[in-house]
């Protein structure tokens, strides 16, 4: 915040209050959310503005900062902002789900107390409720090493935030409305880039000097590939992870996912086409931006360069090669590969199939034969305050039952510091792409096929990328290996916002039976209540 007032000041006491390590930085935040006219392909559309902005504005950071940001809700509807990859530790919180928080009232103002705790890397925000998502309110986080830590490639002369994905023309508020009347969202209309289409953004570059792009596919319901006009990408960091340093021509990126390139302007001084594509679709839609080195005379060298589409060896193939860094420090000084996941016992398996059952003429999406559908009071809240009814533990299985599809509010029961092997099972001919709030994951397996316990003998136990979100290939498995090291609730949900919003999501509650600050943090004094807990108070001030 620039200037300091009286709600800086109470702000900060109340973060304070809250008990987050005093000895970590604060970084202020006053958003203000509003409708407002956007034209990102050419046709007038309502948007979800933040402080005015499409996108919304960057959260820069450094691991262990304290982030307060403080949003008032002037929507006529309620909303609720999620932390895309921050791991909330002993936090859930400020997840920003309606799982765990009850949403921002019209009119009203609530303030998020985070804690960026042992990350660093690229991540995103956005819109949780509805399909407000598709109206814009997302922007980028990112979060640098602390100063003593060393990184593994010298300081960029810039730092760069591409906020990619599809993109409908259709007001949010339509698209919910078919995905209410039992229907699935039609094809998208194209492809954003930072808020633009084709030639709306301009990335200026020394010839010479070397630069990082931090990409997320924000989109809704199609993968993309990323590639750079006769540029090379070094990959160097996946959703809070140093990579190997491999070099990619074109690099495939899923929904919810975020990567670190590094690239150098060595080419002839020219404008070159940034270029973004759908993956694994009958039709492909492209979107450009321009790399324009500064001392360029504005030309083209050639037309935008192609890249791949339907071709699924090859995306499961850098897949694989995307793996730890092990020599390199995280956000502790401590090396990456000091934790050796693959000498841990898993204590559990959770088989994870994804369908997309008919349920009462109405197309659902499903997990486990469970389609999921949201509670009056969101889940935290009503664990907390000991409210029965709202949801029951063990109302999701441990694997597929090969059932149809049913309703039902499912959150599956999981002990504090287990350690869990889950396998995402995808027999269905689209690309699902998994994200798992509350932790970091180790990708430990994907082939095609069904998955069997012999699968494991393929397992990488060595140096598998850890990251949040994951792909799972047409009638294909990923195995993951899960330490469940944080207490709350949280939400297991496909990144594909329609199949999540008609049910391919559920709750995972990770309980510790000893009631200490130490493995989880007290409810908020500022938690708004709502549903069967509306009038009950949080703690005292």
């Avoid at 000091?338 to 009462?360: D, E, K, Q």
């Avoid at 269905?428 to 792409?433: H, I, L, M, N, P």
């Avoid at 140096?463 to 047409?474: E, F």
Wanted: proline share 7%; net charge positive.
């Amino acid at each position: 915040m620039k200037q300091w007032s009286m709600k800086a000041t109470l702000l900060m006491l109340l973060a304070m209050l809250y008990t987050i390590n005093g000895e970590d930085p604060y970084r202020f935040f006053d958003w203000n959310v509003t409708y407002g006219d956007i034209y990102p392909l050419g046709v007038k559309q309502q948007g979800i503005l933040i402080n005015g902005q499409f996108p919304g504005p960057q959260i820069d950071s450094v691991t262990n900062d304290n982030v307060i940001v403080s949003i008032y809700n002037n929507l006529d509807e309620p909303f609720l902002i999620t932390w895309n990859g921050i791991q909330q530790r002993r936090n859930s919180w400020q997840d920003g789900v309606y799982g765990t928080n009850c949403p921002i009232p019209p009119g009203q103002n609530f303030t998020y107390i985070l804690q960026v705790k042992d990350q660093i890397g690229s991540f995103f925000y956005f819109p949780s409720l509805g399909m407000h998502r598709a109206a814009g309110g997302f922007g980028g986080i990112t979060i640098s090493s602390r100063p003593r830590i060393p990184v593994p490639f010298p300081p960029p002369a810039g730092d760069f935030t591409i906020l990619a994905g599809d993109w409908f023309k259709q007001n949010h508020t339509d698209l919910k409305a078919i995905l209410d009347g039992g229907h699935d969202l039609p094809f998208p209309d194209g492809l954003l880039i930072n808020g633009r289409g084709s030639n709306g953004f301009t990335f200026n570059v020394d010839q010479g000097k070397t630069y990082r792009l931090r990409i997320s596919n924000v989109g809704l319901t199609t993968s993309i590939n990323f590639r750079i006009q006769g540029h090379k990408m070094l990959l160097v960091e996946t959703e809070g992870t140093h990579t190997l340093q491999n070099t990619y021509s074109s690099l495939d990126i899923h929904l919810g996912q975020s990567y670190s390139v590094l690239i150098t302007a060595d080419q002839p001084p020219a404008n070159y086409y940034m270029v973004v594509s759908t993956r694994f679709t009958s039709q492909v839609l492209s979107a450009t931006s321009i790399l324009r080195y500064s001392n360029s005379g504005g030309s083209f060298p050639a037309p935008p360069p192609g890249g791949p589409t339907i071709q699924i060896d090859w995306s499961l193939n850098q897949a694989r090669s995307i793996r730890q860094n092990l020599t390199a420090s995280g956000p502790r000084p401590n090396p990456q590969g000091s934790y050796h996941y693959g000498m841990v016992n898993f204590t559990r398996t959770i088989r994870l199939a994804n369908s997309a059952p008919i349920i009462n003429g109405k197309q659902r999406y499903a997990v486990n034969s469970v389609s999921f559908i949201p509670a009056d009071t969101p889940l935290k809240i009503a664990d907390y305050f000991k409210i029965s009814g709202v949801f029951s533990l063990g109302t999701i299985s441990d694997s597929p039952n090969g059932g149809g599809g049913y309703l039902q509010t499912s959150v599956m029961a999981a002990d504090f510091r287990a350690f869990a092997e889950i396998v995402f099972e995808n027999s269905e001919d689209t690309v699902q792409s998994w994200h798992i709030d509350g932790h970091f994951f180790f990708v430990v397996g994907m082939d095609g096929g069904p998955w069997s316990e012999a699968s494991r003998t393929s397992y990488n136990l060595r140096d598998g990328i850890s990251r949040s979100t994951v792909q799972v290939y047409p009638r294909s498995w990923t195995a993951l290996y899960v330490p469940l090291d944080n207490v709350g609730m949280w939400n297991i949900r496909s990144q594909n916002w329609a199949r999540q919003y008609l049910g391919q999501q559920f709750y995972l509650r990770v309980y510790s039976p000893v009631n200490s600050w130490r493995d989880e943090y007290p409810i908020p004094k500022n938690a708004i209540t709502c549903g069967r807990a509306s009038g009950r108070k949080t703690r005292p001030l």
